[in-house]
Structure formats: C-alpha cells, structure tokens
C-alpha cells in the first residue's frame, strides 16, 4: 500500500514491528479455515476431516434442524436485521418474548439482550455502581468482565481464584472502607480449568456481608445443574443470584448475542444508561427467534444436557485410562496436562494429522509450566469418534512419550 501521509511510515513500521514481536514470541495466533457448518466432525477447506473437541457447542445446537428450522422462520417473518437500536425502532415481539424467557429459564425477574456476552459485561457495572462502592473480583474472571470493571468508578478488590477465605478479606476491608454497595462477581465456570465457581459459600459469605452476588455462565448456561439453568442450580442456590451475564453464542444455540438476567429495577436502569446496549445494533431477528426455540428444547427436555454429562464422563474416564492427567472435575471442559508449552504444541499438531481437533493452549493464556490440550465435549459427539479421539491421543502421546 503506497503511504497515504507523512505520518503514515513510522506507523505502518511501529505496527509491523509489534506483529514480528508476538511472532517471535511464539504467540501469533492463526485461524484454520472450516468449510462445513459448526458440528462434532468439521472439514477445513484444505480437506481435512476433523473430530471437533474444541468448539464451545456443547449442547450441539450450532446446527440443530430445530433451530435452524426457527432461524428461517424468524428470518420470513420478522427478516433479516432491524438496522436500529433498541429503544429508536430495533425492539420486535420476539426479542422482549426472549428476555422473557431468558429470565424465566435463568430464574430472575427480567433479562436484556445485547449483541454479545462481552457487551453485557462491559456495560453492567459502569451504570449500577460509583465511587462508594465496591466490587470484588475473582483474579481469573474473563476480559469482559475485567473490561466492564475498568470503566467502572467503585473501588476494586481482587481475590485469588477460588480462594474463598481471601473474599472473606476483601468483603472485610471493603465493609472496613465504608463502601455502600458490595457486589462479588465470578464466573460460573472458569473456561481454562472447567472450574466451577463455589456459588453455594460465596452467597453465605455475601449475606455476611450485605454484598450482592453476580455471576458470567458463558460456559454454564444450558447444561450445569440437573435441568441445564446454570451454576446456582448446580450449587443449590438457584434463584439466590443477584445478576447473571451469559452468552446465546456458547450452549444456548452457537450464534451470537448476550444478557444479563437480574431484578426488574436493575435491567431498567441497564435499558437507560448502559452503552453497548443503547449505541449498538439490535440482535438479529433470526438470533432471537432460534433462541426462543432453543429454551423451549431445553425446557421440555434435559436430554442434551444429559448426553453431555454422559460423553463428559466417559471421555473423562477413557483419557485418564490412556495414562493422560487431566485436571479433575466433572465439567465438559477437560484440560489435558502436558505441562512444557513446546510438547503442548507438538501433541495438538500430530492430533490434527490423525483427524482430531483439539487446541493447545500455553503461558499467558494459562500460568508458565502449565500447558495443556482443552478439550470440549459435546452432547452431539458419537461414542465411536470419542473412541477414535482417545486413541488418536493415545497414539500421540506415545510417539511424543507423554504415555506409556
Ligand atoms: C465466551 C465468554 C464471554 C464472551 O461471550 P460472547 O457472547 O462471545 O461475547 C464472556 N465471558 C465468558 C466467561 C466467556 O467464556
């Protein structure tokens, strides 16, 4: 590209110098180019043929004919986009019929929707919280979530990840501070470890306190606990949660959009002053209407979330009979221990050249001496291609010596 002004060399050089710097650190991230629709086997456009352990579909909605089927209907009776925000002329029937039932499934008063879980997060605290309050945050919560708090005025704590006596101090030193309002927040389910948050003593812990509790269930919404509604349920204290974010582009269906689910006042005051929601486009009618499909599937059946328990257990089971060490738990998200970056590396390329998928995944995504494969299980996995991924695994990591 010829240079546009006399600004623009130094720029352009600056730019293309910080790209050699993530190059040569080893952390230039690559996209591999699938040809086929979201499933349990994709193919690449350069033809191969993949087991998929490493798509966030854990309920195998992205291409479900129920949804697609409701998407084309959406699509002929409320089109195709609605080129508006919300509150110009970007609301329809099914977008207030999904938060609706958003807030039904989730068990709180009212949701509103957002064009993704990243928005809703980024535009919660700013427009609920001030320089008298406090929130205190789990050290590994996700970017969004970090983001939102950035733009936030309240006083921050950090806890360490799941240290439940370290957020008994914070919530101490912000009462001790006089903050006026105290909200916790945390992932439902941390995606790097398949952790899954200790709900049950953080609420005890914030009725200590007087603190609200809110939770992100991007990778819990639609199968943790016994009927899919997320990790209060499975930490018995379904309805006991102040605000929760989650994303429609994970379980619920694979395509994009997000909410956040709280009491009828909160959610108002989010419709007036939070920014991704007031200075973004609205979601798309198609999104909505598959959306609304999806929670009637998973309302009528737990079948899904069942199967995804099942394959979870059983590949949990057969990885570890391999002679893998896993990180133990009982969440879809299985973190495979190879613990050296360069073997995590060289394991997640041979499994590709045997036809399975599988992501590595090294310092700064996860601590140094820590690397692992994630893996991802779905509800739509046939036994027989988590029976071809074990030994694909089991293969490998003879060849690489990490099994016996
Ligand atoms: C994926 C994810 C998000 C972002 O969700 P999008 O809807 O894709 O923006 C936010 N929080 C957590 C914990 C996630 O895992």
Known sequence: ??????????????????????RSAGLFKRERVIGTPQGPVVRTTDGRELINLCANNYLGLSSHPRVLEAAHEALRTHGYGMSSVRFICGTQDIHQALEQRLARFLGTEDAILYAAAFDANGGLFEPLLGEADAIISDELNHASIIDGIRLCKAQLWRYRHNDMADLARCLQEADAKGARFKLVFTDGVFSMDGTIAQLDVMRTLCDRHGALLGIDECHASGFMGATGRGTHEHRGIFGRVD??????GKALGGASGGFTAARREVVELLRQRSRPYLFSNTLAPSIAGASIAVLDMLEGSTALRDQLEMNTHWFRQAISDAGFEIKPGTHPIVPIMVYDAVKAQALSARLLELGVYAVGFFYPVVPKGQARIRVQLSAVHQREQLEAAVQAFAQAGRELGLVR
Not at 1 to 22: C, G
Not at 243 to 248: A, C, D, H, Q, S
Request: proline share 11%; aromatic share 4%.
């Open 243 to 248: 605000i929760i974010t989650g994303t429609l």
């Open 1 to 22: 590209m010829p240079d546009t002004s006399p600004a623009t060399p130094d720029f352009h050089a600056h730019i293309r110098s910080e790209l050699d710097a993530i």
